[in-house]
């Protein structure tokens, strides 16, 4: 390298090198990719929807195409997405939890442009087919989210969590103050809906879910440990009631929320949160609450790399 090369041959070599490398990371280890904030704050998007469209079909029967429609962009409308049969104060608080992320939903779209909403499949089979994996048998009859307040809680404890862990995830990754400022204020509310949800809950946690005679503490525990087996990295999720060793300060069973040895809450990359929610355990296959897969730079990197696909456009 030594010999007489001009500091302009010099710099496009590097250019090059630098591109051979970038395309070795894009062919080879997608897990190193390195995110800009826009990707990163578009991702959580796709969890916005999806939770925007469960509590507002819960509570009120009808989604964003009446709420909020200019926020769909066009995007279609969720697949068997139902009002529950809820009491009151479920209600009232799952009405509260939908218009919050109709507002994070707003406030993503006020930082960064975006995407139409994708395509969702909130039917009660896709929750069923969780609960069957969740328990690793058929539930009879299946498990139908918006039977009642506590099917529709459960159901609950799978969504927000997850939008929670994505969220400190993407914290440490973010460049500039203002992407910092949106993500502690979205997490900040997520997490506010993951603890309301996991304390209802825990009021229950030995009440006996219908028909199945398998408590409310046994379902979340057994949530939990799906989601940490999909999402393969270890024990990032934790049930209601868990052994002394994982409670806060390794001193107590009863775990109303979820946190490392410190009792910090635990983080996922997009690929982890990928693998949950397509419940495939592989970001690359889509299904379950996605059946096209989510959108954004981040998730379609991985459907573009994958020709079995038959949706993916
Ligand atoms: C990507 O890199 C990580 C960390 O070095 C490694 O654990 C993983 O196996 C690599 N993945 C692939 C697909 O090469
Ligand atoms: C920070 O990121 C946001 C979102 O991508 C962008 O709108 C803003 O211009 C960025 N600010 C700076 C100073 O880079
Ligand atoms: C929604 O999911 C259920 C259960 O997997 C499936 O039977 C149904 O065909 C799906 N609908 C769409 C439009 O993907």
Do not use: C
């Amino acid at each position: 390298m030594a010999f007489h090369d001009t500091p302009t041959s010099r710099t496009s070599m590097s250019v090059a090198f630098l591109s051979f490398l970038l395309m070795l990371v894009r062919a080879n280890n997608a897990s190193i990719t390195v995110y800009n904030d826009k990707d990163l704050l578009e991702f959580p998007l796709n969890l916005e929807f999806l939770e925007a469209e469960f509590f507002l079909f819960g509570a009120l029967g009808r989604g964003l195409d009446s709420v909020a429609p200019e926020l769909t962009e066009g995007g279609p409308p969720p697949v068997g997405a139902r009002l529950a049969k809820l009491g009151f104060l479920v209600r009232d608080i799952i009405l509260q939890f939908a218009l919050q992320e109709v507002g994070h939903l707003r406030a993503i779209r006020n930082t960064v442009r975006g995407f139409p909403r994708p395509m969702l499949n909130l039917s009660k089979e896709v929750f069923g087919e969780v609960m069957n994996n969740v328990f690793g048998r058929r539930l009879h009859p299946p498990f139908d989210p918006y039977a009642n307040d506590i099917n529709y809680l459960l159901a609950s404890y799978v969504i927000p969590y997850v939008g929670l862990t994505g969220y400190v995830g993407a914290n440490p990754l973010l460049q500039n103050f203002t992407s910092k400022a949106l993500v502690a204020g979205l997490l900040g509310v997520e997490s506010g809906q993951d603890a309301v949800i996991r304390t209802l809950l825990y009021e229950r946690r030995e009440v006996l879910v219908e028909p199945y005679g398998v408590s409310v503490v046994e379902f979340t525990n057994r949530i939990s440990k799906l989601r940490n087996k999909l999402g393969k990295k270890g024990v990032k999720d934790e049930g209601l009631v868990v052994p002394k060793w994982l409670g806060a300060e390794g001193k107590i069973e009863g775990n109303v929320l979820a946190g490392d040895k410190y009792s910090l809450a635990y983080g996922r990359s997009p690929e982890e949160v990928l693998r949950i929610v397509y419940g495939t355990g592989d970001e690359h296959r889509p299904g379950g609450f996605y059946p096209r897969g989510a959108d954004g730079r981040i998730a379609k990197s991985y459907l573009s790399n994958n020709l079995n696909l038959p949706n993916n456009a």
